[in-house]
């Protein structure tokens, strides 16, 4: 079965270089949300998107922008890095169900993307 | 391979009654478990977070219990409340050799609160 895919799973930038993350949720989810996690820290929750439209917004810094695509897959776009950035991101994907009209709300995660800034 | 499995995947209970959820892990090194709430679309929200050297936590109505011997946690929901339906995550970390830590997540569980 297809899971969650990012791109790329290792990137390395410099202080100060902008860095773009891309996520491809699994067929027929629309709804995706970008987690962050340091080193030595729990994933935090960045931002989520549904059909398109951002949905929830977490400890994002002002210098990454997310969005989502008609393709349902969504970008993280980071500008001048910080050390402090250096950290593996999660994307992970879900479809959309409201809780009263579906038992079930699965969340699958991607391997993840490791960013490293020099 | 590192595994997080729950159950039940969904459950449907009225308001008012208790409920608890279970999460069984194969993960190692074990470093600690945690249960998230997560509404749909939004950001999960940390309820409870155990060490090994924890075997019950409890935030409010929420109470979480681990069993380190088993790999086994629950969390027990009392007098649910209408704002309880979620999707509840169980996700437990590993301690990377860097010293970092790897979290594997489960697949959650459902619930779902009637009046």
């Known amino acids: 079965a297809a899971g969650v895919i990012q791109s790329p799973r290792h990137l390395i930038k410099e202080k100060r270089e902008t860095a773009t993350l891309k996520c491809y949720p699994i067929p027929r989810h629309d709804t995706v949300y970008w987690y962050q996690q340091g080193p030595g820290q729990d994933p935090q929750f960045l931002i989520s998107f549904y059909e398109k439209m951002q949905s929830d917004k977490g400890s994002i810094p002002d210098r990454f922008s997310a969005q989502q695509f008609s393709d349902y897959h969504s970008e993280l776009n980071m500008s001048s890095l910080e050390l402090g950035d250096s950290a593996l991101y999660f994307c992970?994907?879900?479809?959309?169900?409201?809780?009263?009209?579906?038992?079930?709300?699965?969340?699958?995660f991607g391997p993840g993307t490791r960013l490293t800034v020099l | 391979k590192n595994q997080v499995e729950q159950s039940p995947q969904s459950l449907i209970i009225l308001e008012g009654k208790n409920c608890t959820l279970q999460c069984n892990y194969t993960v190692s090194p074990f470093s600690n478990l945690r249960w998230y709430k997560q509404d749909t679309g939004r950001g999960p929200v940390s309820l409870t977070i155990?060490?090994?050297?924890?075997n019950t936590k409890s935030n409010g109505r929420y109470t979480a219990t681990l069993d380190a011997d088993t790999k086994q946690s629950s969390l027990h929901i009392t007098a649910s409340q209408l704002s309880d339906s979620a999707s509840y995550i169980c996700v437990v970390s590993a301690i990377a050799s860097g010293g970092s830590y790897i979290p594997t997540f489960g697949r959650g569980t459902s619930l779902i609160v009637h009046p």
């Open positions: 155990m060490t090994f050297s924890e």
């Open positions: 992970a994907s879900s479809s959309y169900r409201p809780l009263r009209e579906s038992s079930y709300n699965e969340q699958f």
